[in-house]
């Protein structure tokens, strides 16, 4: 079974500023079943991104999703006070999906 | 519009039975899978198993399997997440997802807070 390894934990960072959260598995992925969702308190997850690159309907272009093998980043270029929440990768193998365990965003 | 309404929050005793559901409007129910996931409390989200309304056919992440039933009902568009017996291990949001392009989950329900307390 893949897992998947988000880091960092948390990542304390203010609006305005570019955020890089990092995605690891356990071993060589596909990149067209690596998915990247938002969460807020409260809230169902949010889909950002699919297949590693590709922004969902209605995403603003500030989320990026980049990487390849073991490695997958998301990337909010600058962020607004509405990205902070918790992120999630996910992946899809075998006739099984896998999530990371998070990173949350905070406001510094 | 399209969305999935997922039913209200329940508070249940251990060894009760439960089943919630997921009502999908706004796109053909048939066409796509339907997921339920797991996010117990302050933690993470886990894919517990998915159907497919069309055929019924379902699959289960082994961790799931025999522990819940996952079923659907073309006729109302609905789909159900069962326990015949519930363990407070069992407390936790669920959500109801569709699975779209990629293996992602594109459209998510809000989900339904299931309590299991003595």
């Known amino acids: 079974e893949i897992v998947l390894t988000q880091s960092p934990g948390t990542l304390s960072l203010s609006p305005g500023e570019r955020a890089t959260l990092s995605c690891r598995a356990s071993?060589?992925?596909?990149?067209?079943?690596l998915a990247w969702y938002q969460q807020k308190p409260g809230q169902a997850p949010r889909l950002l991104i699919y297949g590693a690159f590709s922004r969902a309907t209605g995403i603003p272009d500030r989320f990026s999703g980049s990487g390849s093998e073991t490695d997958f980043t998301l990337t909010i270029s600058r962020l607004e006070p509405e990205d902070f929440a918790v992120y999630f990768c996910?992946?899809?193998?075998?006739?099984?999906?896998?999530f990371g365990q998070g990173t949350k965003v905070e406001i510094k | 519009e399209v969305q999935l309404v997922q039913s209200g929050a329940e508070v249940k005793k251990p060894g009760d039975s439960l089943k919630i559901s997921c009502k999908v409007s706004g796109y053909s129910f048939t066409l796509y899978w339907i997921v339920w996931v797991r996010q117990m409390p302050g933690k993470g989200l886990e894919w517990m198993g998915n159907i497919f309304p069309s055929d019924s056919d379902t699959r289960y992440n082994p961790s799931f399997q025999g522990q819940v039933t996952i079923s659907a009902d073309t006729s109302i568009s609905s789909a159900y997440l069962q326990w015949s017996s519930l363990k407070a291990s069992d407390t936790a949001i669920y959500y109801c997802a569709r699975q779209a392009v990629k293996r992602s989950f594109d459209l998510w329900g809000r989900g339904t807070l299931v309590t299991v307390s003595s």
């Open positions: 071993q060589s992925i596909s990149s067209s079943y």
């Open positions: 996910q992946h899809y193998d075998n006739s099984l999906w896998t």
